[in-house]
């Protein structure tokens, strides 16, 4: 076993890390003061437009696209580090680097399942970064985490779709360039396969009957830079049959391919907000004396710190597998690695997260830090892509099979 990177991985990564030093941390507090200043919360921010054409300018642009000719055409393994440093500015430097969800995870459906078409309208703009994009699956009325009980309507008339249903938490639907969502919905509500009742269509933002309603905050944060994530109701919209993506009662299959590589990509930023935790942490606990003593030298202080360092340790290298594994023996082949890392990364980084609030004292729920916000965003991570549950349940009953 070689745990080393290769040679294109590790000059990719020299290349970000000078990139995120040079240019994205230095960005942060512009980013702020510039939206703090503009009339809408929603606007882009200069600086991360100027941030965006740099990267691009320095070849560090969709490097997640393992498709040659549409992206970098690294593999997950290869990606992986590289989502990992990203994570380290989640605000900025995914979407700096055109590798922000959920435009990835859509623009891989669209290079896997879109028409010439459809790539042509709604792929190229995403990958030149000109337009953004949603992904409408969640129903604030059902369980959604079982997309069976999805209760939005995708009616065929004559040459066209007609979409009807409410949707919520849909991320990226607030940002003025959002001009497309992939619709789930059902076009077969009564048929026998329970799997096969749902397709997908692309919905145009500006298409009548689509009223993006309100933004949905998340413990009080509404991800300005990412585009929010809304409530979405689409009242009869009449889109082409052409809009269709993949064959009606296909839907359910590209949801679950749409998941595998963008939950290797949550859980290595995870595990790069992880690694400016612990940073912090060191910084904090080696400036500041209390009781007699600096705070790096308290037992509990230490404990945090040493904990933080063997989660992430071993959070990378299973991830790192998972990746491996989904490029040699494909997303089915991984399945069990991709539900155990998105069951054990986000717990493991809240609490990673937590006890570095709790070692700043105020200043860690301050806005001030970074930290209450990355809490935020890690803890939301429990939910979305699927609550730790449903994942625990599925590998559960896989282990099971397996000793029946
Ligand atoms: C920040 C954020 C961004 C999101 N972005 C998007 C997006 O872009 N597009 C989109 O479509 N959706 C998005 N979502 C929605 C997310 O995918 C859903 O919230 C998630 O799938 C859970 O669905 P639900 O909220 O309907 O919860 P429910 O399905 O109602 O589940 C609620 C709880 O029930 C329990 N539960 C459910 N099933 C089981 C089970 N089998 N066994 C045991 N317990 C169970 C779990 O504890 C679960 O948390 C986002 C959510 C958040 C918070």
């Known amino acids: 076993m070689d745990f080393a990177y290769d040679a294109r991985t590790e000059e990719l990564r020299e290349r970000l890390l000078a990139f995120m030093t040079e240019h994205v941390y230095p960005a942060e507090q512009t980013a702020e003061e510039q939206r703090a200043a503009q009339d809408s919360p929603w606007s882009t921010v200069p600086v991360l437009e100027e941030l965006k054409a740099e990267a691009r300018k320095q070849g560090l642009w969709n490097l997640f696209l393992p498709d040659e000719e549409y992206g970098a055409g690294l593999s997950n393994l290869q990606y992986a580090p590289l989502a990992e440093i990203t994570g380290r500015s989640p605000q900025l430097a995914p979407t700096a680097l055109n590798c922000a969800a959920p435009d990835t995870g859509n623009m891989e459906l669209l290079a896997q399942f879109g028409s010439p078409e459809q790539r042509a309208r709604w792929l190229e703009p995403l990958l030149a970064g000109g337009i953004r994009s949603a992904f409408a699956m969640t129903e604030p009325d059902v369980a959604s985490s079982d997309a069976t009980n999805i209760g939005t309507r995708i009616r065929r008339e004559g040459d066209a779709y007609v979409v009807t249903g409410r949707k919520w938490y849909i991320s990226g639907a607030m940002h003025p360039d959002c001009a497309v969502f992939i619709v789930m919905g059902k076009t077969d509500p009564d048929g026998a396969d329970v799997r096969r009742q749902q397709s997908m269509v692309l919905v ?146 809240v609490q990673i997260l937590d006890d570095a609030v709790q070692l700043h004292g105020a200043a860690g729920v301050s806005q001030d830090y970074p930290l209450a916000h990355l809490w935020a965003s890690a803890r939301t991570l429990r939910l979305a892509d699927g609550p730790d549950e449903v994942h625990q349940r599925s590998l559960a009953r896989r282990e099971l099979k397996r000793h029946a």
């Open 204 to 349: 145009p933002r500006d298409t009548p009957g689509v009223e993006v309603r309100r933004a949905m905050s998340v413990y009080g944060y509404e991800d300005h830079y990412h585009g929010g994530h809304a409530e979405v109701v689409f009242h009869d919209v009449r889109v082409p049959a052409s809009a269709l993506v993949g064959e009606e009662g296909g839907g359910f299959a590209i949801a679950q391919a749409r998941l595998g590589p963008g939950r290797i990509h949550h859980c290595m930023r995870l595990i790069g907000m992880a690694e400016r935790a612990i940073e912090l942490m060191c910084r904090r606990a080696l400036d500041r004396t209390a009781f007699g003593a600096p705070l790096a030298r308290q037992g509990v202080v230490r404990e945090w710190i040493a904990d933080a360092r063997v989660q992430v340790e071993q959070l990378r290298l299973l991830v790192l597998k998972t990746a491996w594994l989904m490029d040699t023996v494909g997303n089915r082949g991984a399945h069990t690695e991709i539900q155990a890392i998105k069951i054990a990364t986000p717990r493991a980084v």
